[in-house]
């Protein structure tokens, strides 16, 4: 924890510098927000810039995507299901066809109405582009009348919803390669005008035919976390996502707004051993150590997960043992209870009976020969380093020797089917469990789905049955199911660790209205509409 005593430290020198008067922010600053909030306007501090501009059709713009395009459906605050463009669906008989039928007072903010010509487009167009979205189990889209669309399946997939609220609908008559950089769309605001490196603008959009924009005139600036916080309190920005830790600082003027998120960390293991397998980009399968199940329940039982809330998260968040707390489609007797984890005398035992043992006295267990020793690799990201470390301490109290090592999402993949990753996780989307395992995508075209190489044909059998359904709520017997065997109580695939709160800091009087609880990545602009100032 030395190196979050630090960097609180380092913030506290800049907030020195930064802000005066109890950081309260300048006078001209203050004045400056005093005419935002009299003409409903916000600053918000959005991260990094989007590298490939606002193409919906291209994805890796999360939630901001919400702002400038309408999606065909949208989650409720539940998580459950609402109509956008859409006016509702039917699905046929043999669950292949999905018919979408479109409201008609839709209008792109060029003022020419959204058809069905332009969903047709919008999903041929992200389909061959290579998107960032799977959209691989389409077979065929066509417009059947100006305000009709009939997708139709290669296989049956009970989540398709999920990929008929993802991208935002574009109008085929004004797509080119400058679309990106001057996007078109049906959302609650337009495009004014982006200023490279710094800031985008955007105006509610008085054509918009959902509820009216509260906030008439929002600006999204480029600022890394410590940046925005210090933005917010001299008054140059109005909101921004902080960490738990700069939530503790007392800024004058401003408040602070936790979020109760879905975004679940948590330690992915290769299941099977290295016996020289290759997957199909040549990447070696396989860990030694962590195929084994012992290593994987003394890892699960260890973990003081109430710690790393309370310590690492600083209160904003809440313990996982299953990854899937908040989801419909968790199985509650899957849960870790708090006497069933952070015991280590309870996994020293679990390491024991598996036949781990340390034998030479180097604090170190082994077996068969075999020193239990691996690495786990991380990427830059809110808490990640934290994480690893307090993952790494507990390891070494039973006798597991784990070095933390910080990679690249480029340069993870030749080691991603032979060491533990730490992940994060958390879309709301059933179809997740797919992606995390299902024993037909070892070793395949995509590294990441997978990636722990687990292969177990109850769950396999029990995907295919809940992808088979006509739809997500008739699947969820057999999403709940599978969590039976890859849980911690069963195979024990992943060690889940926490559930890290969404937390802001804004202006005092800003609020987001009643957001959604909130994926891995955000979905804070899903309510943009609900956006004011109070």
């Not at 609908?169 to 797509?175: G, K, M, Q, T, V």
């Not at 396989?286 to 195929?291: A, E, K, L, M």
């Not at 267990?365 to 301490?393: I, P, S, W």
Request: contains cysteine.
């Amino acid at each position: 924890m030395r190196l979050k005593k630090l960097g609180c430290v380092l913030l506290a020198m800049v907030l020195a510098i930064t802000c005066s008067a109890g950081c309260g922010g300048n006078e001209s600053e203050v004045s400056a927000r005093e005419g935002r909030i009299e003409k409903d306007e916000v600053i918000v501090a959005i991260g990094a810039e989007p590298e490939t501009g606002f193409d919906s059709t291209t994805g890796g713009h999360g939630s901001i995507t919400r702002v400038f395009f309408s999606t065909l459906f949208k989650r409720d605050k539940q998580l459950g299901w609402e109509n956008d463009l859409a006016t509702g669906y039917t699905v046929s008989p043999d669950k292949l066809t999905w018919t979408v039928t479109l409201r008609k007072d839709a209008l792109f903010t060029d003022g020419t109405s959204v058809t069905a010509r332009d969903v047709v487009f919008t999903y041929s167009t992200a389909k061959e582009s290579g998107s960032d979205i799977d959209l691989t189990m389409i077979d065929s889209i066509k417009a059947v009348d100006d305000y009709t669309v009939e997708f139709k399946l290669k296989r049956t997939f009970s989540p398709f919803i999920e990929r008929l609220a993802y991208l935002g609908i574009i109008p085929e008559h004004a797509y080119d390669e400058n679309f990106k950089d001057n996007p078109i769309g049906s959302g609650p605001y337009k495009f004014v005008q982006w200023d490279k490196g710094q800031q985008v603008i955007a105006e509610a959009n008085e054509d918009y035919y959902g509820e009216a924009p509260k906030i008439k005139k929002l600006t999204m600036v480029f600022l890394d976390t410590d940046a925005a916080f210090a933005a917010v309190a001299n008054g140059e920005v109005d909101v921004a996502q902080i960490n738990g830790t700069l939530a503790d600082q007392k800024v004058a003027g401003t408040k602070v707004i936790d979020i109760h998120s879905i975004e679940c960390y948590g330690v992915c293991f290769p299941m099977i051993p290295n016996e020289g397998k290759v997957a199909e980009d040549g990447a070696e399968m396989g860990n030694n150590v962590t195929s084994d199940l012992a290593i994987r329940k003394a890892l699960n039982t260890a973990v003081d997960r109430e710690k790393i809330v309370n310590g690492i998260l600083n209160g904003y968040g809440t313990v996982s043992t299953t990854g899937l707390e908040e989801m419909p489609w968790l199985n509650e007797d899957t849960i870790l209870e708090p006497s069933e984890y952070a015991d280590i005398d309870a996994a020293k035992e679990i390491l024991a009976a598996g036949g781990w043992v340390d034998s030479d006295g180097d604090g170190i267990v082994e077996k068969d020969g075999q020193k239990a020793q691996f690495n786990l690799l991380y990427t830059d990201g809110v808490y990640r380093q934290e994480l690893g470390l307090e993952f790494v301490n507990v390891a070494k109290e039973i006798g597991i020797d784990i070095t933390l090592k910080k990679v690249t999402w480029d340069t993870i993949l030749p080691d991603i089917h032979r060491e533990a990753v730490l992940y994060g996780f958390g879309s709301g989307d059933p179809s997740e469990l797919y992606n995390l395992y299902y024993g037909g995508s070892v070793g395949g075209p995509v590294p990441w789905d997978n990636s722990g190489c687990y292969n177990n044909p109850n769950v396999d059998e029990c995907i295919d049955n809940a992808l088979d359904s006509v739809d997500e709520a008739a699947a969820i017997r057999y999403w709940q199911e599978l969590q039976e065997y890859t849980s911690a109580k069963g195979d024990a695939p992943y060690c889940w660790l926490v559930n890290a709160n969404h937390v802001y800091l804004a202006a005092e009087g800003f609020s987001f209205g009643n957001p959604i609880v909130q994926p891995h990545g955000g979905r804070i602009f899903d309510n943009v509409i609900e956006w004011n100032w109070e």
